[in-house]
């Protein structure tokens, strides 16, 4: 109904009862190999919606009332008078207090037991309770909520030895632990996918566009990764996948580098970078890198793509729709220059040294083989900078909206795809998203005037008020289809365009030494093509340029070239241009060869998992993970139900974290849970009593104010990126 999915959501739930289940069973089963009486088992909290004892059978609701009655009718057949001492508490003091009030009954909890062992019903009432959020083990002389609840039976929690005890307390976090490997490890057993630990997108002005490669410093063909780039290690350790990298990355410290050592196509030895994260400013606002998964060879069509890309993509879908295509019959690109290849890496190859030339690129339907060729046009990457956008001698081109929202302020205000933003805010001519990222994060409330360049006109939009997010609903990138210059870059050979009156924003460049030019792959191309020839220490160029004035003569600016120019311009490369199909990321197969090796990758992963807990929450404390990053039940749930929809294996792997996590967090020294428990016996164990009921009062609400602190926090941004 309304496409929710009931049925991976009833897998998720039923997952994490058993998780729970399993937790209380390690309790329960310890308690009663250490001796302890447990009158109760529970799934869940509040009243019973059915429950089971031994003697009673199944009922709906508790049988509590059941065992009390049957009880006192024994202990008065017999005549047995009651011992109790005092009114009826509501704590779990059995041998002193009377039982319930509604068997209008004095006799005490401890008469109660010993009848009813000798009827032969059972101490321990199982029961699943109506809200399954959790559960419990009720233990003879232990309450969470009750300090004073102690009992002088000999079964009695409280009279136990603190061994005993500490093997109770610890047997759920083990079992969660022990579970936790055997779901990771079924889960690679059937086989899981991950992205591959390849370089996707690099975002300008992140560490990863801006940092050299170690002992390469100020060679501009080795700043920054690569799409294509295969990641060897980080931080010293083969990353498994993306996700180790991805982990490692949001997990280190704002103080930190991170060591990343990857493969470059055409570079014999491996480059390693040490990039320092730095927060995204929107998001998860995690520490980040600025770059993503690295594509495969699959991909996928973009909606409304006009040409003859985009109609054959629609065709084939037509034929057979992405719903009824099976595992593995996507479309993928499968020549190139009608050479057959197999990697991403052959395929960017081909690019790279096709000078600027459009590259023949064979499609294949796997579905039913149906293959089709078509030349994809080569784009350039320009010159990288570490300090500046991308450039060609200090020329940089103008910005263009590549998306505009729908119903977004943007679109709303009538912006559109194409358009050449002029200014936005006090941002004149930005190149590309990260200039308006920048911007909207100083103040996210605040309007923002826009000024754009569409058909060759100046148009001013008026001033743009952000969404509740802080975002106007827009992507720019470099406008390499039409040779604008938005501004150049001082200290290099395009200062040249600053004689006379000054350089002018949104001039066009029409010719290079009398060649024509009707966009940046033509500049590239030709400059580069002029640089590679040039053998003196210095050259010129002849520019002819069009000024965004109107009837304005075209002027002529000669750029002087020298060898650190020359140099420069071969770290620009070319790239797929991408406008009718997008390569889908690069997934690989994690599965074990055999049960042996499935457990022994669960157990890694295990000890991974562990760890990477307590960094979070020490980069919690630190201030490098934020609250707002962590999930609470609301934002666990969503997350579950959308990787349950990927499968049973991944499912499991989602549990199997889940579990792990469950364990450290429960072992935490914090009142009221597991770790707190523990941190009372060692305390028991050095002094030699336990810690006064008023302490352990105090801790239980100090404890309870942290996890209703965090369940509320948590509960609130769930809710909130749900609805954003």
Avoid at 64 to 82: D, Q, S, T
Avoid at 664 to 677: A, Q, S, Y
């Amino acid at each position: 109904m309304f496409g929710f999915p009931l049925k991976e959501f009833l897998y998720l739930v039923l997952g994490f009862g058993f998780l729970i289940f399993v937790h209380e069973l390690g309790h329960f089963m310890v308690a009663k190999w250490v001796g302890i009486r447990c009158p109760q088992f529970a799934i869940g909290f509040g009243k019973a919606l059915f429950s089971w004892r031994k003697g009673i059978g199944f009922v709906p609701g508790s049988t509590e009332k059941e065992y009390e009655r049957r009880c006192i009718e024994k202990l008065k057949a017999e005549g047995v008078k009651p011992e109790a001492k005092g009114p009826h508490t509501g704590s779990a003091r059995y041998d002193t207090d009377v039982v319930k009030e509604e068997h209008k009954s004095s006799y005490t909890g401890r008469q109660m037991f010993a009848v009813g062992d000798t009827m032969g019903l059972g101490e321990t009432e199982y029961r699943l309770n109506f809200l399954p959020l959790g559960g419990y083990v009720k233990m003879l002389g232990q309450e969470d909520m009750d300090p004073n609840a102690k009992s002088d039976d000999p079964r009695a929690y409280n009279n136990k030895p603190i061994w005993a005890r500490a093997c109770v307390i610890s047997a759920g976090v083990i079992m969660n632990m022990i579970f936790g490997a055997i779901f990771l490890a079924i889960a690679f057993l059937i086989g899981v996918e991950f992205p591959a630990a390849t370089v996707g997108d690099v975002i300008p002005g992140m560490p990863a566009a801006t940092t050299f490669a170690n002992e390469h410093d100020g060679d501009l063909r080795y700043l920054g990764l690569r799409e294509g780039d295969i990641i060897t290690s980080v931080n010293g350790k083969p990353p498994e996948d993306f996700k180790d990298v991805a982990i490692a990355v949001a997990l280190s410290s704002s103080k930190s580098t991170v060591e990343l050592t990857v493969q470059r196509r055409g570079v014999a030895e491996p480059l390693t970078y040490l990039l320092r994260p730095q927060r995204q400013t929107s998001g998860e606002k995690l520490l980040s890198a600025g770059f993503s998964a690295g594509p495969g060879m699959d991909i996928a069509g973009i909606k409304d793509t006009p040409g003859p890309i985009g109609d054959w993509i629609s065709e084939r879908l037509k034929q057979f729709p992405t719903e009824k295509r099976q595992p593995g019959q996507s479309i993928r690109i499968s020549t190139v220059n009608g050479t057959p290849i197999e990697t991403y890496v052959e395929y960017l190859t081909a690019f790279d040294t096709s000078a600027g030339k459009p590259v023949s690129v064979g499609l294949t339907d796997l579905a039913d083989e149906t293959t089709a060729s078509f030349d994809i046009a080569s784009q350039p990457t320009l010159v990288p900078s570490p300090d500046h956008p991308a450039n060609l001698l200090g020329l940089v081109p103008a910005g263009k909206l590549t998306l505009v929202a729908k119903d977004s302020p943007a679109e709303k205000a009538g912006l559109k795809v194409g358009d050449i933003l002029v200014s936005i805010g006090s941002v004149n001519w930005p190149s590309d998203t990260m200039d308006i990222i920048e911007l909207l994060a100083k103040d996210p409330k605040a309007p923002q005037r826009i000024v754009v360049q569409r058909n060759g006109m100046q148009i001013d939009i008026g001033e743009v008020k952000p969404n509740s997010e802080g975002k106007l609903g827009i992507a720019v990138m470099p406008a390499l289809d039409q040779p604008v210059v938005a501004r150049i870059i001082e200290d290099t050979p395009a200062t040249a365009l600053n004689q006379g009156d000054g350089f002018m924003p949104g001039t066009m460049i029409t010719q290079i030494n009398a060649q024509p030019v009707q966009n940046w792959a033509d500049l590239q191309r030709l400059v580069a093509g002029f640089a590679t020839w040039s053998s003196s220490d210095t050259a010129q160029l002849d520019l002819t340029l069009r000024l965004p004035v109107d009837q304005a003569a075209d002027e002529n600016v000669k750029l002087t070239l020298n060898k650190e120019d020359f140099s420069d311009l071969r770290s620009a490369g070319w790239v797929p241009d991408h406008s009718g199909y997008i390569p889908l990321t690069r997934f690989k197969l994690v599965k074990a060869d055999g049960l042996g090796d499935a457990l022994g990758i669960g157990m890694d992963k295990t000890k991974d998992f562990v760890l990477q807990t307590y960094i979070t929450l020490a980069r919690l404390v630190q201030g490098d993970v934020k609250i707002y990053n962590l999930r609470g039940p609301v934002g666990i749930v969503d997350t579950g139900t959308k990787v349950a929809e990927q499968g049973i294996p991944y499912l499991l792997f989602f549990l199997g974290l889940i579990s792990i996590n469950l364990a450290v967090i429960n072992f935490l020294p914090i009142p009221i849970v597991d770790g707190g428990h523990i941190v009372f016996l060692i305390w028991e164990k050095i002094s030699g009593k336990p810690p006064s009921e008023k302490v352990q009062a105090a801790a239980m609400y100090a404890g309870l104010a942290v996890i209703g602190f965090m369940f509320i926090a948590t509960f609130y941004f769930d809710v909130m990126r749900l609805f954003s």
